[in-house]
């Protein structure tokens, strides 16, 4: 236990007063079928990462609440909400006008954005992330969530004209795919989990909703405004832990959708639950080992400075994270100088401080994860460069910035979700791409350089490997308009403003022969209002 981790950890007394929690939330609701309904069961105590220190000198994790440990009563029982609000897709929410739900997720948008400063928190002292971190996670949900209402506007309107082809006469809308069985991960809980949860709404279905088991109790503040804005059984919580209440709503054959930010080998498992595989959209962000190729001719202080916020922001816990660093022999030294300098000058402390840039970690259990994953490369001949690397006191851990990392060793492969920073060397080009094309992993990657023929020539077959190469600059998931998707087990679907509304809906048609009478019956049908989905209309 480091003694100057030790001491970071204030005393329950020494937390500013404006950063507390003004009493443990011990949540016992839940949104089922329109009614929140009480919970009188099991609960789980809900641990803080953040530790305080106690009179004899220890720490431990501070008790910020509870939430619900429900079972499989309760997950047939949202289900069966869900079900019922889609009823074989002549539900009230799917067969509203699109113009009916924006305005249902503009009024829950701004029940939302009350509890701004309770979310907030909660994000920052059940996960750890830095308050300035969590409000920003925070208001670019809420942009997110305008940037889809615009794109659903847009998407609503090109749909709003009838096709003529070959002698027939058609309109062609996208339309819900039926219930959706939504979970996302800890590590950005609130914007990642809405990055699906919010497109399967807005394009008519209904939803379970389980969240992460980091980053639970956060979702309270929002429960009353999942009830009011939307009507009884689109959006349903679940409090089970997965492993009892998913397989179990997956094998039920009653869910049409799977959206899950997780791992490969989770949603591998879940996807075989249902008995028609065929049946089942799948919408995944998995796992990804993201790398940067550092050129010769790069420019150092840049790639310095892009790889330190690639790899640590948020402990480096992002699946968009930088987390093998590929850097040209000859300038490994300076790089592995520099880098080690610049994670040396990174702020620790608590999530609360200004300027805070590692925090702790969710609990001990990852850190435990970090220190076998250091010492596995240390007995195969890596060697931590920086000073005070990989030291830890409970759930603070210090960045270790480790070297020569080889093929055999965790780091090499296996994603490791925290503030391990794994370089390798290479001196032929071909290395580096070749970690990149056998790598079970295709999410994206960066390159540094300064040589346009060089880039170029590196640009063609890495696009066939990994969806997005970042040029001198970190890998991430912005702007939410750019596609945000990933090949081999890194993920299955597209996700943006626009590709995620398309990922949660299929297109649908009305065609008739474009006869006199056909023209005439179809006028009536828009002029008259008689079709929610056949009609002309258009939405500022």
């Known amino acids: 236990m480091d003694p100057t981790l030790q001491a970071l950890f204030p005393g329950a007394d020494r937390i500013p007063e404006a950063h507390r929690l003004p009493a443990p939330i011990h949540q016992r609701e839940s949104v089922v079928g329109g009614e929140l309904v009480p919970w009188r069961g099991e609960c789980r105590t809900v641990l803080s990462p953040v530790c305080v220190r106690q009179a004899d000198g220890r720490v431990a994790q501070l008790e910020i609440g509870s939430v619900p440990v429900m079972g499989v009563e309760e997950s047939d029982q949202a289900l069966a909400a869900a079900v019922r609000a889609w009823d074989h897709g002549r539900g009230e929410w799917p067969t509203m006008s699109t113009a009916q739900r924006i305005a249902c997720m503009q009024d829950f948008v701004r029940r939302m954005a ?80 809405f990055a699906t949860l919010i497109p399967a709404l807005l394009m008519g279905n209904t939803v379970v909703f389980k969240p992460p088991q980091y980053g639970t109790l956060l979702f309270a503040p929002l429960l009353e405004a999942f009830r009011s804005a939307f009507p009884p059984g689109v959006v349903n919580t679940l409090y089970a832990p997965g492993a009892v209440a998913v397989p ?26 249902h008995p028609r595989s065929h049946r089942l ?37 992002r699946c968009t994270a930088l987390k093998m660093l590929l850097v040209h022999r000859s300038i490994v030294q300076p790089f592995l100088q520099r880098l080690s300098a610049a994670i040396d ?129 970190q890998c991430q998931r912005g702007p939410d308009v750019f596609p945000f998707a990933g090949r081999k087990d890194s993920a299955e679907g597209t996700l943006s403003v626009s590709d995620a509304l398309r990922a949660f809906s299929i297109r649908s048609m009305v065609a008739a022969r474009q006869t006199e009478a056909n023209k005439q019956l179809l006028n009536a049908i828009v002029e008259e209002h008689h079709s929610r989905f056949v009609h002309t209309g258009f939405i500022f």
């Not at 940067?292 to 790889?307: M, T, Y």
């Open 114 to 193: 009350a509890q701004r400063d309770t979310v907030v928190r909660l994000i920052m002292w059940e996960i750890g992330k830095s308050l300035a971190d969590s409000r920003k996670e925070f208001d670019r949900t809420l942009e997110y969530i305008e940037a889809t209402l615009a794109a659903l506007k847009n998407l609503d309107n090109d749909s709003s004209r009838f096709a003529q082809a070959e002698g027939f006469i058609g309109q062609i809308r996208r339309t819900p795919l039926g219930v959706v069985l939504c979970m996302g991960p800890y590590n950005y809980p609130l914007n990642e989990t």
């Open 248 to 273: 179990r709503l997956l094998a039920s054959g009653q869910v049409n959708v799977l959206a899950l930010i997780g791992s490969s080998k989770v949603a591998d498992h879940l996807k075989k639950q």
């Open 345 to 473: 000058a990174l702020k620790i402390g608590m999530p609360w401080e200004d300027g805070v840039q590692i925090t702790p970690l969710p609990g001990p259990h990852r850190t435990a994860y970090m220190d076998e994953a250091l010492r596995d490369a240390r007995d195969k001949g890596a060697r931590v460069i920086n000073a005070g690397g990989g030291e830890s006191c409970a759930t603070l851990y210090r960045p270790a910035l480790v070297y020569p990392v080889r093929e055999g060793m965790k780091l090499y492969r296996e994603e490791q979700f925290g503030p391990l920073v794994p370089v390798a060397d290479f001196e032929d080009i071909e290395e580096a791409l070749q970690y990149v094309v056998t790598s079970e992993h295709g999410q994206q990657v960066s390159l540094f350089g300064s040589d346009p023929a060089r880039l170029g020539a590196l640009i063609d077959p890495l696009v066939n490997q990994v969806c997005r190469v970042n040029l001198n600059s």
């Open 281 to 317: 959209r799948a919408v995944l962000g998995l796992d990804a080992k993201n790398a940067a190729i550092v050129l010769p001719d790069a420019d150092l202080d840049l790639a310095v400075r892009e790889c330190v916020a690639g790899a640590l922001s948020f402990n480096g816990q």
